[in-house]
């Protein structure tokens, strides 16, 4: 059974830095792609960005230039480091693992492993 447990959450001003990270266990992530979701509230939940087991990411548009994914297999974790945060940042955000090696499949049916979330707040 995979266990995904986020950490790194929690509030920054507008223009600050937070570095989220999540532990994976349970099986090996070798064919898996891995990222991370968030959620806003009152909005859908949407894919922010995802990883290879090479170290290929993915990234959607907001995130570009912003935020950095990476992973280190060894220690079967994936971090996210956001930078230039913004108070539309403000979300829940989800580590996931993918069904899909490939990071730039990121329907939301690709991922059925999901961390329980980490609170991140931006204020302006």
């Known amino acids: 059974q995979v266990q995904l447990v986020e950490s790194g959450g929690g509030s920054v001003q507008a223009g600050g830095s937070l570095r989220l990270s999540c532990s994976a266990s349970?099986?090996?992530?070798?064919?898996?792609?891995m990222g991370w979701f968030r959620q806003a509230p009152g909005k859908e939940r949407e894919f922010v960005a995802a990883?290879?087991?090479?170290?290929?990411?993915y990234y959607v548009d907001f995130a570009k230039g912003r935020f950095t994914i990476s992973r280190d297999n060894a220690r079967n974790t994936v971090a996210l480091q956001m930078d230039s945060l913004k108070p539309e940042d403000t979300a829940i955000y989800y580590c996931?693992?993918?069904?899909?090696?490939?990071?730039?499949?990121?329907?939301?049916?690709?991922?059925?492993?999901w961390g329980q979330g980490t609170q991140v707040s931006v204020s302006s």
């Open positions: 996931v693992v993918s069904k899909s090696p490939d990071p730039g499949r990121y329907a939301l049916g690709y991922f059925d492993s």
């Open positions: 349970g099986r090996s992530f070798k064919l898996n792609a």
């Open positions: 990883i290879a087991w090479d170290g290929f990411s």
